[in-house]
């Protein structure tokens, strides 16, 4: 069995006086040792984050594809790990849509992370538009298939599907459908990489809160859930992570 997985996105969001936040999400992820729990925070917060609660799995919401460089403004995947970082986020809808990543930037960001020794969470997820056209099925595939490294492995990599427009947003695809979502991502995975895919852990993202979170849980393939505006307070997120817990 899949061990389960919540992870927070805290986006740019927070600073030094939220940190304290992070004191009662570990308290949680300790109630709940068969979850594995992790924060990606702006990457101002991993050092000070990892600092304050060092068994707590922190992240980077994005890393460049290069190891180093003239790119300004930029953090590689070895800059993040050596400030703290465990994993960080790649593709990203809202870098996909706002920095206009591609899926091969992605492809490119997940290598680049690896090959520094972090965790990957690859995002994929459709547009309402391309929902409304049909057309989610095939757009995620696609996203899977020009971004999953060679050899992604269920030890390191971990998929996120978030369709665009349920984040943030308070909307969320029915169970069937986020069912039906994951049944094509783990499917695409398995014909890439071969049994490993059965190992690898596939999230659902989009306005997952303390009320919906069981549910969306329980449904087939989904091992997980990656948590935006519910991550950011102790008192939203720590709901999650029990909904997420199996039991003694
Ligand atoms: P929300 O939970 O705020 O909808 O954000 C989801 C998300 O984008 C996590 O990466």
């Not at 960080?88 to 492809?107: K, L």
């Amino acid at each position: 069995m899949r061990r389960r997985s919540i992870v927070g996105n805290w986006k740019m969001n927070g600073g030094l006086a939220t940190l304290a936040e992070l004191d009662g999400i570990a308290a949680a992820a300790g109630a709940a040792p068969d979850v594995d729990v992790a924060v990606a925070v702006p990457a101002t917060l991993i050092a000070p984050a990892h600092a304050r609660i060092p068994t707590l799995a922190i992240g980077a919401e994005d890393v460049h594809e290069a190891d180093h460089g003239a790119h300004t403004g930029c953090l590689s995947a070895a800059m993040v790990k050596e400030a703290g970082a465990s994993f960080t986020i790649v593709g990203h809808s809202e870098r996909r849509g706002d920095q206009h990543e591609t899926s091969h930037d992605a492809f490119m960001k997940a290598a680049a992370a690896h090959r520094h020794g972090l965790g990957v969470i690859l995002c994929v997820g459709e547009l309402q538009a391309e929902r409304d056209a049909g057309r989610a099925e095939r757009v995620v595939q696609a996203q899977i298939e020009k971004s999953l490294p060679d050899d992604a492995h269920a030890d390191w990599l971990t998929l996120a599907y978030e369709p665009r427009w349920a984040i943030g947003t308070g909307r969320t695809p029915t169970l069937d459908d986020i069912a039906t979502m994951h049944a094509i991502a783990r499917a695409k995975l398995r014909q890439m990489v071969g049994d490993t895919a059965l190992a690898m852990r596939i999230l659902y993202g989009g306005s997952v809160t303390a009320d919906n979170a069981a549910r969306i849980m329980a449904v087939d393939n989904v091992d997980g859930a990656l948590v935006g505006g519910a991550s950011l307070t102790a008192a939203k997120f720590a709901p999650i992570i029990a909904a997420a817990h199996r039991g003694a």
